[in-house]
T-cell receptor, first 110, second 112 residues
Framework: GDSVTQMEGPVTLSEEAFLTINCTYT??????LFWYVQYPGEGLQLLLK?????DKGSNKGFEATYRKETTSFHLEKGSVQVSDSAVYFC?????????FGKGITLSVRP | EPEVTQTPSHQVTQMGQEVILRCVPI?????FYWYRQILGQKVEFLVS????????KSEIFDDQFSVERPDGSNFTLKIRSTKLEDSAMYFC??????????FGSGTRLTVV
């Protein structure tokens, strides 16, 4: 079945540091890929998405590129802020349901 | 921007009691979902609903669970006899014909 693997966390960075959160997937066919973010005490919000190979999703300074050859969708941001502290989930949709990774907690220190 | 609305935001219930979690999906969406997130764990699919019937359900969605769209706007998840392990954050989501899910802010269910 479909699966999403995220790097182990948590991740703690200083403000303005570069962020990479790794995500790889296993799926048949051509899934769409997503990053969701969950801020403390809140629900899931779509951060960005990519629907086909080589697409780059971007939002709020975050980027991720759909790499079919490596089955990856790594999340990057050039300069993190304290307000980026949250849990980040990689996910794919292949059938009508979303399959999520375990999530990784990012803490950004001032 | 259209939202998926969930109520209540937090519910505490005694073990063995029935609970109903309510959701108002986005009005022109066609597909409806419930997911849950046990504290510290991954978000898990429970059930999908389309054209007034369940289209897919997970192993978690046993006979204790049911979903309903009683009036064309609300979408409810009922747990008949809650167990301690049902304590989780429950997310409702809706989707149009594309891949764009919209999630609600969740209901935190605590079973004591």
């Amino acid at each position: 079945g479909d699966s999403v693997t995220q790097m182990e966390g948590p991740v703690t960075l200083s403000e303005e540091a570069f962020l990479t959160i790794n995500c790889t997937y296993t799926a048949t066919g051509y899934p769409s890929l997503f990053w969701y973010v969950q801020y403390p005490g809140e629900g899931l919000q779509l951060l960005l998405k990519a629907t086909k190979a080589d697409d780059k999703g971007s939002n709020k300074g975050f980027e991720a590129t759909y790499r079919k050859e490596t089955t990856s969708f790594h999340l990057e941001k050039g300069s993190v802020q304290v307000s980026d502290s949250a849990v980040y989930f990689c996910a794919l949709i292949n059938t009508p349901k979303l399959t999520f990774g375990k999530g990784i907690t990012l803490s950004v220190r001032p | 921007e259209p939202e998926v609305t969930q109520t209540p935001s937090h519910q505490v219930t005694q073990m063995g009691q029935e609970v109903i979690l309510r959701c108002v999906p986005i009005s022109n969406h066609l597909y409806f979902y419930w997911y849950r997130q046990i504290l510290g764990q991954k978000v898990e699919f429970l059930v999908s609903f389309y054209n007034n019937e369940i289209s897919e359900k997970s192993e978690i969605f046993d006979d204790q669970f049911s979903v309903e769209r009683p009036d064309g706007s609300n979408f409810t998840l009922k747990i008949r006899s809650t167990k301690l392990e049902d304590s989780a954050m429950y997310f409702c989501a809706s989707r149009d014909a594309g891949v764009g899910y919209t999630f609600g802010s969740g209901t935190r269910l605590t079973v004591v």
